[in-house]
């Protein structure tokens, strides 16, 4: 009997329905990976749209703030004593306003302001803004538009005390303190309060210590706390106005155990109380979260003198998940060595050792390729922290459903715990964010990559960056009132002039810095573009030269342009584009107008074309070499800037328009300002089209 089929026919219907498998399975393939793109798609899509809800949210909040505060302006005005009493004249203003109208068309006012007398305006530029311009390359000019304000008598109230304010800043910075003491007293004496004010006291006592008033000033903070009790400034005021250390200690443990914290103690009891010699012991270890792992990252350079205050510090940790990365920055001491003892002690601690020095920021972007924690933190070398400082980071993150981090607080001490003033200059606090506190979930990484690779000011760009992606909700601010942390530092490192100096956030590297990447943060166009890839230096925004890790071998230039940047100059910036394209290697620097642009930032479209034509942004204290340097805005000229780059050039033009016949004062200001120049008077059009 036959088989019903053959071999062939079972084997080629096998085949057939096997070729019917892998065909479905290929559909089925080819439909699931289009699903997957789609997804993404969408999920892309979805984040953009997040990105600008939060924008449009960010924006409508500062709307609604600025509203708010013109509506009670108005409505105080409106209901005032004053507005009901003047009613009949501003009826019988209006009436008049028709015929000056006509007058004011046929008048002519042709005034100009000089650079070697008073500052005259029509209209008194608030002392906040002149504050700002002090600092910001005008010093000359805006001290007398301060000073005058203070002395008028008929000037507001308000002014003359935010006046006597900033000279104060001034004076103390200039370590004049009994002219800074003087301006205070002008403020007390101008405007009474009927109690005690924490903001105006703090800066008093800080002067007053200066000037060996020590014990009035613990009556003055005494007197503050009768009034508002023990808040956290007035506490630490206490602890520094005394040199003893178990007094110190009292007074920051008062903040402490207000907050439910663990006070600190001494460590070693036969020795004195300092900032590498004090503990917590009685905090509890949080074993609840010992589910998450934390990596913190500590980058090192030189620092075997003082890293184990760190170590220290974060072995104490009430989070024992945790694992401490070292990245030794090609250090010239023993840090190493040190570091070396820590790792045979602890195994939670790692050592990482650079070839090169390339700065912390790239020390941070070279441990994310180890890093095997749920978050990820940094922390200084020669910082002290609280050991429940993580726990109350990580949970505040955790108790926080749209926030990806956070970020602590600290105080600048001396190595003895003896407060520093917050900022460079005198302010009304001791306490002041930590921006190297920053503790992220490692999810961020994959959208935002590592830190810029810049010497200096990364802490904010990436803190802004995180904000700007995922809305400003994004990072929990942990106990503003409480310093978890001591940095180490000294009162006279906020006095020097590098280039790189905290200082230059209000005029030079710093400022420059921020306003690049501000304008970049404001252009991303799609959430790819926030990414910076940790492993390599490609920002896509311009940056300083003297804030580069791999700095440029030669600062030779064939055309530095010399302009006010804060106006997009259509003539100019093609003339910027026209040399780049004919191979010239350029360099602007932004020169505002004292009176219209000191504060305002290089324009959107200066930035970027110099983004997209590689041309470098100058900033002060650096030197340079050009071939020919060109003042393209004679209008600024009028007012000396207090400090510039060192520009050594072969020839240098000043643009001038036909109608200025002030050459000769222009011209001095530049030499004033470069004092290797020798400019040349040129007509604009005529230089450009030759």
């Known amino acids: 009997m036959e088989a019903p089929y053959s071999s062939k026919d079972i084997e080629d219907s096998v085949s057939g329905k096997l070729n019917n498998t892998i065909n479905e399975y290929d559909d089925l393939k080819q439909e699931y990976e289009d699903v997957l793109y789609r997804d993404k798609e969408l999920s892309n899509r979805i984040n953009e749209l997040k990105l600008q809800v939060n924008r449009a949210k960010s924006h409508l909040k500062s709307e609604q703030h600025s509203r708010n505060k013109l509506k009670k302006k108005y409505d105080k005005l409106v209901t005032s004593t004053s507005w009901r009493l003047t009613s009949p004249i501003r009826k019988s203003t209006d009436i008049f306003k028709s015929i000056l109208k006509v007058n004011n068309k046929n008048t002519v006012k042709n005034s100009r302001t000089s650079t070697s007398s008073t500052v005259i305006k029509n209209k008194r530029e608030n002392v906040r803004n002149l504050d700002r311009k002090l600092w910001g390359g005008f010093f000359t000019y805006a001290l007398e538009e301060i000073t005058n304000i203070k002395n008028t008598e008929t000037a507001p109230v308000d002014e003359r005390v935010k006046a006597a304010r900033a000279l104060a800043r001034l004076h103390y910075d200039k370590g004049n303190f009994q002219q800074a003491a003087a301006e205070l007293a002008f403020i007390d004496e101008t405007k009474k309060l009927k109690r005690p004010n924490i903001d105006r006291v703090i800066p008093e006592i800080k002067v007053m210590k200066k000037i060996d008033q020590t014990e009035k ?3 003055k903070v005494w007197e503050t706390i009768d009034y508002n009790g023990f808040e956290a400034e007035l506490c630490i005021s206490m602890a520094y106005l005394n040199d ?6 009292k007074w920051f443990n008062l903040i402490y155990e207000k907050n439910g914290l663990s006070p600190i103690e001494i460590t070693d009891t036969s020795r004195v109380a300092s900032i590498e010699n004090i503990y917590n012991p009685s905090a509890k270890k949080a074993n609840s979260l010992d589910q998450y792992k934390i990596s913190i990252i500590i980058p090192a350079y030189n620092s075997a003198d003082s890293i184990h205050i760190a170590l220290e510090s974060l072995l104490k940790q009430t989070l024992s998940n945790i694992e401490i990365i070292v990245v030794d920055d090609c250090s010239q001491d023993n840090t190493i060595e040190v570091v070396t003892e820590y790792t045979k002690r602890d195994n939670r601690i790692k050592l990482i050792k650079k070839e090169i020095n390339q700065g912390a920021y790239m020390a ?12 990820i933190t940094i922390h200084d070398g020669d910082d002290w922290s609280h050991s429940q400082k993580l726990e109350l980071q990580l949970q505040a993150i955790l108790d926080n459903s749209n926030s990806v981090g956070s970020v602590s607080y600290l105080i600048r001490s001396l190595e003895d715990l003896t407060p520093v ?3 460079s200059l005198l302010s009304n606090k001791f306490i002041m964010m930590n921006s190297s506190s920053l503790l992220f979930h490692k999810s961020v990484l994959e959208k935002l990559g590592g830190w810029d690779s810049v010497r200096v000011a990364g802490d904010t760009e990436f803190i802004w960056r995180i904000e700007n992606l995922f809305g400003k909700e994004s990072i929990v601010r942990v106990l503003p009132k409480v310093p978890l942390s001591f940095a180490l530092s000294n009162e006279n490192s906020l006095t020097g002039k590098s280039a790189t100096h905290v200082k230059t956030i209000m005029y030079g590297l710093r400022r420059t810095y921020r306003e690049s990447f501000q304008w970049w943060h404001k252009s991303i166009g799609h959430i790819s573009e926030f990414y910076l890839d940790p492993k390599k230096v490609n920002r896509s925004f311009p940056c300083p030269v003297p804030n580069m890790v791999n700095k440029p071998e030669s600062r030779l230039y064939d055309f530095v342009y010399i302009a006010d ?3 997009s100059d259509a003539e100019i910036l093609a003339h910027i584009k026209s040399l780049r394209d004919n191979g010239n290697k350029v360099a602007i620097f932004h020169w ?3 009176n219209n642009s000191a504060l305002e930032p290089i324009a959107d479209e200066v930035y970027q074309i110099v983004n997209d034509y590689k041309v470098d942004i100058l900033v002060v204290n650096e030197v340079v070499e050009t071939d020919k340097t060109i003042i393209g805005s004679p209008e600024v000229l009028e007012y000396a800037l207090d400090s510039a780059p060192e520009i050594n050039t072969n ?11 002030n050459h000769d ?3 001095g200001n530049v030499k004033l300002v470069f004092n290797n120049m020798e400019p040349k008077a040129v007509k604009r059009n005529e230089y450009i089209n030759m």
């Open 244 to 249: 003893n250390e178990q007094q110190k200690l």
């Open 364 to 375: 941070r972007n070279t441990a994310l390729g180890h890093v095997t924690g749920d978050y």
């Open 421 to 423: 003033n917050a900022g």
């Open 665 to 667: 004062s222009l011209i």
């Open 217 to 219: 000033a613990k009556q």
């Open 592 to 594: 505002p107008h004292y």
């Open 565 to 567: 940047f804060s106006k």
């Open 651 to 661: 020839e240098t033009y000043v643009f001038v328009n036909e109608n200025n016949n």
